[in-house]
């Protein structure tokens, strides 16, 4: 399965999508998150992660680093914890080990899922608001390179394709998909086991 | 397939799980988990998730069915039908089939009992050890960056030597440390040269000085995540001697969250000492390591003729992270092959030390074959450097290796002792060496230093002068010139060579001793009293500086301190009846003849068999005027030794 000839496909699910949901996702004290950010803010960034996912966990630093990067270019950062069975005190436990400063959420109905086509963890979408309070995916991919496949990582990431897409987006420049498969532990979200 | 087909395939997988026609979670496939996974995959485990019930299993499908197709899970680099190992973690073929036939059926649970699965505990495996040694503090390993390697020096608190028959270590926090090696330092070397050595000392690799004593007992002491307590076969237990380091060799991970770990080194005796002693041999080409940047397929070859039969016991071979394809085997005499192993895919994060299902018996002659490939281009994805560079063989990470160890039980043939076959072994691994580097310094001293122990002091020599030329100033290679020079009679060079060596380095205390020796041979002993007195102060526990000590004093008339070294190595030795000898004579010669008594009574006690320690009993007896006693010492004296005259000629003068 190679990205680049998923894209084409993919831009038409994410145009149908970009009608605004009910809310986008639950807060870990169970309010819904009826806004995904403020009218003003540029993007939102959601890094799909998992609390028993090792390569997840591995790509905390560098999401970390992306969020105290972006945060102050008015771009807002959430932690999605997509998979059923996870519950909120074991998310908090996780975030506060991972990135204590970051702000996590639960996807309990998949609707961020849906939205983003996120389908492992960890992944990173970028989204950016369009009229009458939806948004739109202008980046759903890898964090970056590290992973080339399960059980083989590079010493260091060559990639950073999160990072690019975040400067080209902030630079207002056109967005550049990654390369090569997410890879990670699939995401189970609640509705589908269902 | 895309992305929505699979997110919604799997829930209709879901929906489709109760078809019962293959195999189901309960009847078959639980059980492999249970054997091939959970030993790591459970909580607390060294997993980084647990697999022990349906609902995890489930949960990691698409990472299991990942991990298992390309086997990068369960960890098994050798390839199959190249040697024969024991505990081999390779998932068999059927469970594998099996598994993916699960897994395309939509991984169905099932009815019917749960097989219950394994109990793992924190505890140690078996029982409570006889000793534990922890590292004084904790290491910290950052969230990210690169791999983090380092030794960490765990002292041998007891007095005595004790032999090791099982070894456990608990890694502390499990999910950081990849793998451990456990080298035994025999001489505390690197607590001497790295005076900081509590903060960690860095290194993928390093290297332990075994001092000048050929020691020819080794083990392989490596743990991966997977690994239970390494248990020694009969016969077999590992040495531990007072004074010994343990040192913890660590490859630790960042897992993406600030960590910490603290590892236990658990250790259970027995005391019955060895009664079989294998090696190690090592074949390498590190000197043939220079590899070119983006050179997708570097090759390097060694091989080592056995002048002695050995059993193959374990084989380690060991690469860093540009090391491709690996194989290893024998060519036996006959001219038949006997592969020791074959890895396609090296990869240094699954490295394990490999021990053989059954001892491989190999004949003298058999030439061992190493051929290893490397790759240092940009497409492979472990190359340390991006973009590649040239790279050549070095102890850290981003260096390279070639090494493949052996583990052998050395055979001897008769007339040959097992310690002469030993050295043989010894002595083709250092001129394989010294064939391959001239000047590889390490063989040098060490061909060297096994001339000087096989009485070869001119050969030794020679090797020792061309080791000099490349380390002139290298003070272990004066003194052992030195020593070399004095087994020839050459004192006067030799105390040259002792004194060149002090100069080189004054606290060098072999030279100091060594020195000191000659100068007591040689009657100047103001300065021997000296030497040995730096000496103590440096290795106040060295018994045999304490004894030459004492000498000087007693050559210097000098009794009272002459009796107060001879306690402090006898405090040191308590099983030695030397120093029990030595006060006797030193009491008797100050005239308190209870406490000469005691002290000799003490060494015909330690000496049952002594018939010379019976006739100086006998006499300070009968000096002591206990005649019966004297005439008792005699007879037994006699007994042991009907030839000897002296306890012949007292018996005859004591009084009927």
């Known amino acids: ?194 | 397939m895309n992305r929505l087909l699979l997110i919604f395939g799997l829930g209709c997988a879901v929906t489709v799980a109760h078809a019962q026609q293959g195999p189901t979670y309960r009847r078959q496939i639980a059980p492999i988990f249970y054997r091939s996974c959970t030993s790591c995959h459970h909580a607390g485990g060294s997993g980084p998730f647990s697999l022990t019930t349906y609902a995890e299993v489930k949960r990691f499908l698409s990472v299991i069915d990942n991990a298992t197709s390309t086997r990068y899970m369960p960890p098994w680099l050798p390839v199959p039908g190249h040697g024969s190992f024991a505990d081999s973690r390779r998932l068999p073929d059927d469970d594998l089939s099996l598994l993916h036939e699960w897994i395309r059926a939509g991984a169905p649970e099932g009815a019917g009992p749960v097989p219950a699965p394994p109990v793992y505990n924190a505890t140690w495996q078996l029982g409570k050890p006889d000793l534990v040694l922890q590292m004084d503090k904790s290491i910290s390993i950052a969230a990210d960056g690169t791999d983090l390697f380092t030794n960490v020096i765990l002292p041998n608190p007891l007095r005595g030597t004790h032999w090791v028959r099982a070894m456990e270590i608990h890694p502390g926090t499990p999910r950081v440390v990849h793998h451990a090696n456990v080298l035994i330092d025999r001489t505390a070397s690197l607590r001497r040269t790295h005076p900081d050595w509590r903060r960690g000392i860095p290194g993928m690799d390093i290297n332990v000085d075994s001092g000048d004593a050929f020691d020819p007992d080794s083990h392989f002491l490596f743990w991966k995540p997977d690994s239970t307590a390494l248990v020694e076969p009969a016969g077999m237990p590992w040495r531990l001697d007072e004074g010994n380091d343990l040192v913890l060799n660590l490859h630790l991970k960042p897992t993406g969250k600030p960590e910490t770990t603290r590892a236990q080194i658990a250790l259970y005796f027995t005391d019955k000492p060895a009664t079989q002693h294998p090696m190690l041999l090592q074949l390498e080409s590190d000197a043939a390591l220079d590899i070119p940047a983006g050179d997708a397929s570097f090759p390097v070859e060694d091989s080592l003729t056995l002048p002695v039969a050995v059993d193959v016991l374990g084989v380690y071979p060991h690469a860093h992270y540009l090391g491709k394809r690996m194989e290893a085997w024998a060519a036996l005499p006959d001219g038949s092959r006997k592969d020791l192993i074959l890895i396609e895919d090296w990869d240094i994060d699954r490295q394990s030390v490999y021990r053989l299902a059954h001892p491989l018996p190999l004949p003298a002659g058999s030439v061992l074959h190493m051929r290893y490939v490397y790759d240092n281009s940009a497409a492979n994805a472990r190359n340390p450097h991006s973009p590649p560079i040239r790279v050549r063989a070095g102890n850290r990470s981003e260096d390279e290796m070639a090494h493949f160890w052996l583990q052998v039980l050395p055979q001897s043939v008769p007339g040959q002792t097992e310690l002469q076959a030993r050295q043989a072994l010894q002595r083709a691994w250092m001129e394989n060496r010294l064939t391959k580097s001239p000047n590889d310094t390490l063989a040098l001293y060490n061909l060297a230093s096994l001339d000087l122990t096989t009485n070869q002091p001119t050969r030794a020599i020679e090797l020792f002068r061309q080791l000099l030329l490349l380390t002139p100033r290298d003070a272990r290679a004066l003194t052992a010139l030195g020593s070399a020079l004095n087994a020839t009679g050459q004192t006067s060079e030799a105390e040259a060579q002792f004194r060149a060596a002090l100069g080189a380095d004054p606290s060098y205390t072999d030279a100091a001793f060594d020195l000191a020796s000659l100068d007591l041979q040689n009657g100047v002993l103001p300065e021997a009293e000296t030497l040995l007195k730096t000496t103590l102060a440096a290795h106040p526990d060295d018994a045999e500086a304490h004894r030459l000590l004492a000498m000087v004093y007693a050559g210097q008339n000098q009794l009272v301190q002459t009796l107060a070294e001879l306690q402090s190595w006898q405090a040191l030795v308590s099983n030695d009846p030397d120093p029990h000898r030595a006060l006797a004579q030193t009491y008797a010669q100050m005239g308190r003849l209870p406490e000469a008594l005691r002290e000799q009574r003490a060494a015909v006690a330690l000496a049952p068999k002594s018939a010379s320690d019976f006739n100086d009993l006998g006499v300070m007896e009968a000096e002591a005027g206990n005649a019966a006693e004297a005439r008792k010492a005699f007879t037994r004296a006699l007994a042991l030794d009907p030839a000897l005259e002296a306890a012949d000629a007292n018996l005859k003068k004591l009084k009927p």
């Open chain 1, 1 to 194: 399965m190679v990205r680049r000839l998923l894209l084409p496909l993919l831009w038409g699910s994410v145009w149908c999508a970009a009608q605004a949901p009910s809310h986008f996702g639950m807060y870990l004290d169970g309010t819904p998150l009826t806004r995904m950010a403020p009218a003003q803010t540029k993007a939102v960034v959601l890094f799909f992660v998992a609390t028993e996912c090792p390569i997840s966990n591995r790509a905390f630093p560098e999401m970390e680093r992306l969020r105290e990067t972006f945060s102050p270019r008015n771009i807002r950062f959430l932690y999605v914890y997509p998979n059923a069975g996870e519950t909120p005190a074991e998310i908090r436990t996780h975030q506060a080990s991972y990135d204590p400063e970051g702000t996590a959420i639960l996807d309990p109905d998949g609707a961020l899922v849906r939205l983003t086509h996120a389908f492992v963890t960890p992944e990173a979408a970028i989204l950016t608001p369009v009229a009458h309070h939806g948004w739109k995916v202008v980046y759903i991919g890898r964090i970056d390179d590290r992973f080339v496949h399960i059980g083989l990582q590079r010493p260091q990431p060559t990639q950073l394709f999160a990072d690019r897409a975040l400067t080209q987006l902030v630079a207002s420049e056109p967005i550049t998909p990654d390369t090569g498969t997410p890879i990670g532990c699939t995401i189970t979200p609640a509705h589908a086991i269902r």
